[in-house]
Each structure stands twice: as structure tokens, then as C-alpha cells.
Nanobody, 124 residues
């Protein structure tokens, strides 16, 4: 069974920075898509940034120029570098991945996985 474990959340003042990590573990063949979503208080979950195996990236307009997504394929890990944080960035951030796995000796998938979420709070 594959697991996604997030880390790096916390509290920061406006204008500060945080770096989130999402590590995937298990019988992983390949990870096609890795993305970061967030859900603020009273809001729906929204896509913040994503990356594919080809290295292409996609960002929500509200974070362009401030957030950077990257991945280390050897470590099956994705990162979200968040700079110039604003109070409206306060949310629970979730990692999402679409993963091909080895199950019963065969490559199967992709299967969709979510991390447990990590809280990011931006406040003075």
C-alpha cells in the first residue's frame, strides 16, 4: 500500500516562507502526477500547484510568482516552496499523487492518493 506523508507546515508571519514536502512510499512503479491542494476555512479544496513526470508545472493564478513546485523522482518526493506568504494562504495543504504500483507482481494503476494534510497559518 502506498502512503503519502507531508511535512513542513506551520505558522509564519505575512511575507515569510515555508517549504512543504510530500514523500511517497510503498510498491511504487512510477508517479505520474503530484500536486498540492489547499482548503481554507469555509472554502472548497483547490489546486495550488502540480507537476508531472515530464517536468511540466501548473499553478493557480493566486500563487504564481510566489510558490514553486518541484519533485525529486529518485526520492518519490514533491516539494512546495512558498514565499511571500499572505494571510489568505492560510489553509490545510494536501498532497495528491497518481501512482502506478506493483501489485501481485504486475504494474497497475494509476491509483489516486492523498496525504493527511498539513496546516499552514499566515498571521501577524
Amino acid at each position: 500500500q502506498v502512503q503519502l506523508v507531508e511535512s513542513g507546515g506551520g505558522a509564519v508571519q505575512p511575507g515569510g516562507s515555508l517549504r512543504l514536502s510530500c514523500a511517497a512510499s510503498g510498491n511504487i512503479a512510477t508517479i505520474n502526477f503530484m500536486g498540492w491542494y489547499r482548503q481554507g476555512p469555509g472554502k472548497e479544496r483547490e489546486l495550488v500547484a502540480s507537476t508531472t513526470t515530464t517536468g511540466s508545472t501548473n499553478y493557480a493564478d493566486v500563487v504564481k510568482g510566489r510558490f514553486t513546485i518541484s519533485r525529486d523522482n529518485a526520492k518519490n518526493t514533491a516539494y512546495l516552496q512558498m514565499n511571500t506568504l499572505k494571510p489568505e494562504d492560510t489553509a490545510v495543504y494536501f498532497c495528491n499523487a497518481q501512482i502506478f504500483e506493483y501489485r501481485y507482481g504486475l504494474r497497475r494503476g494509476p491509483f489516486n492518493y492523498w496525504g493527511q494534510g498539513t496546516q499552514v497559518t499566515v498571521s501577524s
